[in-house]
């Protein structure tokens, strides 16, 4: 089977491969996307720790628009106490990205509702709306398929 050609890579949060890397310090364990990276098909990145955040941290909302707006130079990501965190989203986002196509990725299984990895929703001065964490708008904008697990 040496001319069989290796799928790449499918890039996943982290928190959902089971990784205690949310603001929190939990998990949002999801069986299906742990099983992709116990069998070596997926890659566990945490956008907000690349960019330079601890484990635990505070939470942090959008204040103003979401992903595709912060990454425009429209957004603003803030913590609870007020501290403008943009550019650490930001920073963590270009690096999950430069990590994507470094391996080939062309698929990324996020967590939904977070300010970095937030597919369809994510939390805007305290109400979720639609929208896009920076992580998975970037992905996005790179040309991958971003998606949440089927099972949540």
């Keep these: 089977m040496a001319d069989k050609k290796e799928k790449p890579l499918i890039i996943v949060s ?13 998990h949002r364990r999801n069986d299906a996307v742990a099983r992709l990276v116990v069998e070596g098909k997926a890659l566990p990145v945490c956008p907000e720790q690349l960019g330079g955040l601890p484990t635990p941290r505070e939470p ?3 204040t103003e628009g979401d992903g595709e707006d912060l990454l425009a130079g429209r957004g603003e990501l803030r ?4 501290t403008d965190v943009s550019e650490a989203y930001r920073r963590g986002a270009k690096e999950v990205e430069r990590i994507a196509l470094e391996i ?7 967590c939904d509702k977070s300010p970095a990895c ?5 939390w805007r001065n305290g109400e979720l709306v ?3 964490g ?8 790179a040309g991958l398929v971003v998606e949440s697990p089927k099972e949540e």
Excluded at 14 to 26: E, K, Q, T
Excluded at 118 to 122: F, L, P, Y
């Design 130 to 132: 639609e929208g896009r």
């Design 104 to 110: 080939g990725a062309r698929r990324a299984i996020l």
């Design 60 to 62: 942090a909302q959008f």
């Design 14 to 26: 982290a928190c959902l491969a089971g990784v205690r890397c949310r603001y929190d310090g939990d």
């Design 134 to 141: 920076v992580c998975a708008a970037l992905l996005s904008q």
């Design 79 to 82: 913590t609870a106490s007020g």
């Design 118 to 122: 937030g597919t369809t929703r994510v």
